[in-house]
């Protein structure tokens, strides 16, 4: 059997045939004939009844805006604070958790902490900040996102959870050039922390 005799049309319709589900009435199905200078621009998505393409639905809730590019889901929390032509370095930070323990918690154990990220309450960010005194440092607080900036340095760093931006401290130390800022975190109640 040579190739040409494989890649016709006939050939095609041929395998369609026997490639469609059973009991389909061989009258539904419309037996198209290709001019031979498209036989090589068939492909297998030609096999097969034709499909009617699925209509796009809106969801019930959401009106559709021909305008819009991205749908407000797509987009991340905090992005609307970055700037990626802002040509300030960014300095360099560490990301530490902070669990309050007493005496139950060190030699009795009575309140079921372990030293994991899930048994804490804090979140203690702190950054290095060379060259910088306290008045030039503008910080703003949102749930998942810390943004600093001062006239040499940017900072947007994106939470790893959540935290309540109306209880934080923020303290500036002066010998170490570095800003501390203690934040909450918004934690959901269990038996480990909460009981």
Known sequence: ?????????SALQALSKLLS???EEDDNLEQVSYPSSVVGALSPGNIGPEKKEK?????????????????LEEVPEG??????????????YDIIFKQQVGA???????????PS??????????IKLPGIKASDITLDIHEKVLDLRTPSHKLLL?????????????SFITEK????????MKREFDFINFF
């Open 55 to 71: 209509s796009k639905v809106n969801p019930p809730n959401k009106p559709e805006n021909k305008n819009d590019i991205w749908d």
């Open 21 to 23: 589900f059973p009991g």
């Open 104 to 114: 139950e918690d060190l030699f009795l154990g009575m309140t079921r902490k372990d």
């Open 158 to 170: 994106h939470l790893p959870h959540p935290v309540d931006s109306k209880i934080g401290k923020a």
């Open 177 to 184: 050039e570095m800003l501390e800022v203690i934040l909450t």
């Open 79 to 92: 992005a609307e604070f970055d700037d990626m032509w802002d040509p300030r370095e960014q300095p360099e």
């Open 1 to 9: 059997m040579d190739l040409e005799n494989m890649c016709s049309t």
């Open 117 to 126: 990220t899930a048994c804490c309450e804090d979140l203690m960010v702190k």
